[in-house]
């Protein structure tokens, strides 16, 4: 598929581990963001890479949050010591980055589940 | 105070009821609004941009529009299929990319 691509699709652990999440951008994309989907709550931004631009990682709750994207392409976003609150649906979004033009084109996103 | 409010939060509309969603902003520097569908367990899917005041963009039984303050998207003689969440956001600002969502109005299209 030409998709954005998510992985693992669910994640349960238990508060207090660490936790990866990963990233496979639409092939030619330079642009990568982070959205996090909290039940009752609108998507929120998280992070946002372009191409080898120092990241904009205003988004991010707290520093137990951490992203990184290796080589222009995929992605990881790292969560230590998690807590209960960082439960939601964690979802990855590309585009071309063509200024206003831009349309971002979203995977199908990780739910993970802190106990 | 919300940047981005869309209602009603749900909907039900038995098949062929046309209706509108609205999604109302309060952002300065609008530089585009979107409007996604998303499916449970899926992630949103682009189906409209809209740039300024007046413009309207139509696929298949929906239409969106914009005014200064607020987004339409109607929705004509809906079917099962056109269940979903629907999200509506703004980029605004110099210079940002990144999109402010709403929470999304939830449409149920009864047969």
């Known amino acids: 598929g030409a998709g954005v691509s998510q992985s693992p699709s669910n994640k349960v652990t238990e508060k207090g581990k660490d936790v990866e999440l990963r990233c496979d951008p639409i092939?030619?994309?330079?642009?990568l963001y982070w959205y996090r989907q909290s039940l009752g709550q609108g998507l929120e931004f998280l992070i946002y890479?372009?191409?080898?631009?120092?990241?904009?990682k205003s988004g991010l709750p707290s520093d137990r949050f951490s992203a990184e994207r290796t080589g222009g392409s995929v992605s990881t976003l790292t969560i230590q010591r998690t807590q209960q609150e960082d439960s939601a649906v964690y979802l990855c979004?590309?585009?071309?980055?063509?200024?206003?033009?831009?349309?971002?084109?979203f995977g199908p996103g990780t739910r993970l589940t802190v106990l | 105070e919300d940047q981005v409010t869309q209602s009603p939060e749900a909907l039900r509309l038995q098949e062929g009821e046309s209706s509108s969603l609205n999604c109302s902003y309060t952002?300065?520097?609008?530089?585009?609004l979107f409007w996604y569908r998303q499916d449970p367990g899926k992630g949103p899917e682009f189906l409209f941009t809209?740039?300024?005041a007046g413009e309207e963009k139509e696929k298949e039984r929906l239409k969106a529009t914009l005014t200064k303050k607020e987004s339409f998207l109607h929705i004509t003689a809906p079917k099962p299929e056109d269940s979903a969440t629907y999200l509506c956001?703004?980029?605004f600002g110099a210079g940002s990319y990144q999109l402010t969502f709403g929470k999304g109005t939830k449409l149920s299209v009864i047969p």
């Open positions: 979004a590309s585009s071309l980055d063509r200024g206003r033009e831009d349309e971002q084109f």
């Open positions: 092939s030619g994309h330079t642009a």
């Open positions: 890479f372009q191409g080898n631009s120092a990241p904009d």
């Open positions: 952002v300065s520097g609008l530089r585009g």
């Open positions: 809209l740039y300024s």
């Open positions: 956001a703004v980029r």
